[in-house]
């Protein structure tokens, strides 16, 4: 149990700069696709 905690919270930082990457890279490609297909904005 002390070890799935220790892990748990050595994971937790990791799991949100992905999920801060991600969201980052999302946005980029979002503006990207903005700019190559604009009449095709949603």
Excluded: C, H, W
């Excluded at 002390?2 to 980052?24: F, H, P, Q, W």
């Amino acid at each position: 149990m002390l070890v799935s905690s220790y892990l748990l919270v050595r994971m937790e930082g990791r799991i949100e700069k992905l999920s801060a990457n991600i969201d980052t890279l999302t946005r980029v490609l979002q503006e990207r696709l903005a700019m190559q297909f604009p009449y095709a904005q949603q």
